[in-house]
């Protein structure tokens, strides 16, 4: 059984920063390109960064230079550091595993929920 089990989220005030983390059970970690989406209320579910074999990433034009995606294949684990958050930034943000030549193995997270407020 696949799962993904996020943790991290909360509220902060702009400016500050939040980490995801992303565990991930029931694949073999190394075959999928893992990443972090988002959606806010009343928009459409959105890339925020991916990470591929460890080591190459991807990165959402509007969080390039803030925020920054790892993974550690050790412990099946992505994470998401999130700096100089905006309340653009507001959102339910969740992991997302991909295989990288199957598409129909595709998993999500149930989702964390983000909140940037003063």
């Known amino acids: 059984q696949v799962q993904l089990v996020e943790s991290g989220g909360g509220l902060v005030q702009p400016g500050g920063s939040l980490r995801l983390s992303c565990a991930a059970s029931?694949?073999?970690?190394?075959?999928?390109?893992m990443g972090w989406y988002r959606q806010a209320p009343g928009m459409q579910r959105e890339l925020v960064a991916t990470i591929t074999d460890g080591l190459s990433t991807n990165y959402a034009e509007s969080v390039k230079g803030r925020f920054t995606i790892s993974s550690d294949n050790a412990k099946n684990t992505v994470t998401l550091q999130m700096n100089g958050l905006t309340p653009e930034d507001t959102a339910v943000y969740y992991c997302?595993?991909?295989?990288?030549?199957?598409?129909?193995?595709?998993?999500w997270g149930q989702g964390t929920q983000v909140t940037v407020s003063s």
């Open positions: 029931g694949i073999r970690y190394s075959s999928y390109v």
């Open positions: 997302n595993a991909r295989h990288t030549l199957i598409v129909a193995r595709e998993y």
